[in-house]
């Protein structure tokens, strides 16, 4: 996979920016064009909300529609853009959980199992929804499938010092040995599409990086999507297959619309594909 040069990535997105007027859907649109996210078996969603150009303001909204517990956890976040990010992805997901079934954000509950993974708890009549959430500097993405358990994870593209060394810890011998020939933007984006990959595994086992590395027998049955999503992101979602066909990946970028004192949920179908 070869990084995107910027200029060229903004003018296709700039192009698709210019028909996003047309496709936007929010509130009580949504409810009566569920087609447009229509779930079906065999199918994986990924909704990307980036938060390029979003404000203060934006973030205070956010931030109001968390539960007491995800507060406390939002307050404990130091690292700048953090708690923007943690807000967005709680607010993407009861979003989008809205779009395949019409009730309000706030009406969705979670709970979480022995591994730490989260569940739907409510309300009692939610549809088999499984889904992940990921967030990483610029980009906050929600996967969601019916009935197949699922990972995704996002990943900045940056140059750090100690690549090379996280891979030797979690990444395996083979890994380690590939990286260890690279350098530069190559070495980042190699380390990033193997960490992607491995963490959206995890999560969607449920098992953290105490299963990492992955192996080729216990990533059997598991279906991989990568894409770099932006000129700065990878993003990787895993899915597990079963006896089922082969995954169809649906990818959505989500907006925001302010709507008097509401910021609503839409989709630029123009962005999907």
Known sequence: MKLIPRDKFLSSRHERGARQAANFMTG???????????????????????????TAVDELFFEQQLSEAERMRAEKIVFPGG??????ARALLRGVLSR??????AAWRFAYDLQGKPFISGPADAPRLQFSVT????????AVALDSAVGVDAEHLEARDDLLAVARQFLGVA???ELENLSGDALTLRF??????QEAWAKAVGSGLAALPMSAENAAGWQFFQRQVSPRHILTAAVRRGNQRPAILK????????????LDLAV??????
């Open 268 to 273: 630029n179908e123009a962005g999907c594909e």
């Open 83 to 88: 708690r923007l990010e943690f807000a967005l």
């Open 251 to 262: 990818v959505r970028t989500a907006v925001w619309r302010r709507r008097n004192e509401n």
């Open 192 to 197: 990033c599409e193997q960490w992607a990959r």
């Open 175 to 177: 890994t380690s040995r």
């Open 100 to 105: 395949y079934h019409p009730v309000d954000p």
């Open 135 to 142: 967030h990483t500097r610029g980009l906050v993405a929600c």
């Open 28 to 54: 009580a649109e949504q409810n009566s064009s569920r087609g447009m996210a229509g779930l079906r078996a065999g199918e994986l969603h990924v909704w990307l909300s980036f938060t390029e150009g979003m």
